[in-house]
Every structure is written in C-alpha cells, then in structure tokens.
C-alpha cells in the first residue's frame, strides 16, 4: 500500500485507534475466530459449538460471551420440551459483516497451508460460481493489488494520526 502524503512520514502519526487492532481485540482468539466460522455453518447451540471447534466449554463461552459483548453474536432462549431454558447465538448484521474476512481466511489457508487443496469450498447457490474475498474499488470488480490502494487520514484519525 501507499501512504498519502500526509501519512509519509511514519514518524509523525500513530495508529492507536487502529480499527485493525480493535477488531484483534474482539477476535483475539482461536475459539472467537472458530465461533463466528460455527455460526456461518450454522451452528447455534453451545454444546455444538464445543464439539465443533474442539475447544473447552470455558474456552467457547469466554468467546461467545466477548461476540456477544462486541455486538457480533446475539443469544435468544430457547427450551426443548423437558428440559430447561437454554441459549441460541445467531450472528447479528455486524457478524454478518464478517463474512468477507472469514472467507478471505479460508482461502489464505487454503492457497499457503493447504498448497492449494482446501477442504471447502464457496460457490454462489444461483450460479454455482466461486466465490472469493478481493479488494476492489467501491463501485467497480477489478480486483487491486496493495500498491494500487492508498492509505490517508480518515474520518475518525485524531492527534498525530491527522
């Protein structure tokens, strides 16, 4: 990538509001990771999650607990007959948003660890084509190489970053 102008001098700007690093604050572990991926597959239940990304029942509910602080899971009750009232996560618009990353991950993996024989696939249900995570520009679908992309000063830069 490029710095703008304004950004040139790394010196000069810091990036401690990186919204880079407060995502990695949210998803700062395996079991979050894997949570979200569970609930794309669609995976709902808790004891599913555990068994599905083989982790600690304290493990996965330290994560669900955190999606759900973070706004990306939400839990709605729900009660077999017989048996108590228990909690279903769902990803809300925010972790649905997530998508692309999740995606971009498995193909990263599938293309550097997996020497390019990934275990899943990711196909459009209409057209049966495959679906990938680039970079384009907002209103085009060329995809762009990073030293095309530009990086400056947004919105919510403050203090040194601007």
Not at 13 to 33: G, P, Q, Y
Not at 39 to 62: H, K, L
Not at 73 to 89: K, L, S
Request: with cysteine; aromatic share 6%; charged share 25%.
């Amino acid at each position: 990538m490029v710095l703008a102008p304004a950004l040139s001098d790394r010196s000069r700007w810091t990036t401690e509001r990186c919204s880079i690093a407060a995502v990695l604050d949210v998803l700062n572990t395996k079991a979050a990771f894997l949570v979200v991926r569970e609930c794309f597959y669609g995976t709902r239940r808790f004891d599913d999650f555990v068994d599905r990304v083989d982790m600690s029942a304290p493990a996965v509910s330290r994560a669900l607990k955190r999606l759900e602080d973070a706004g990306i899971v939400a839990g709605a009750p729900y009660r077999e007959p017989g048996a108590r009232t228990r909690i279903e996560y769902v990803l809300t618009r925010a972790g649905e948003e997530l998508l692309p990353l999740v995606i971009a991950l498995a193909q990263w993996g599938d293309a550097h660890l997996r020497g390019g024989e990934g275990p899943l696939t990711f196909t459009d249900g209409a057209s049966g084509r495959e679906v990938r995570a680039v970079v384009t520009a907002a209103d085009a679908d060329q995809a762009l190489p990073a030293d095309a992309i530009v990086v400056a000063p947004g919105p919510g830069a403050r203090g040194r970053t601007r």
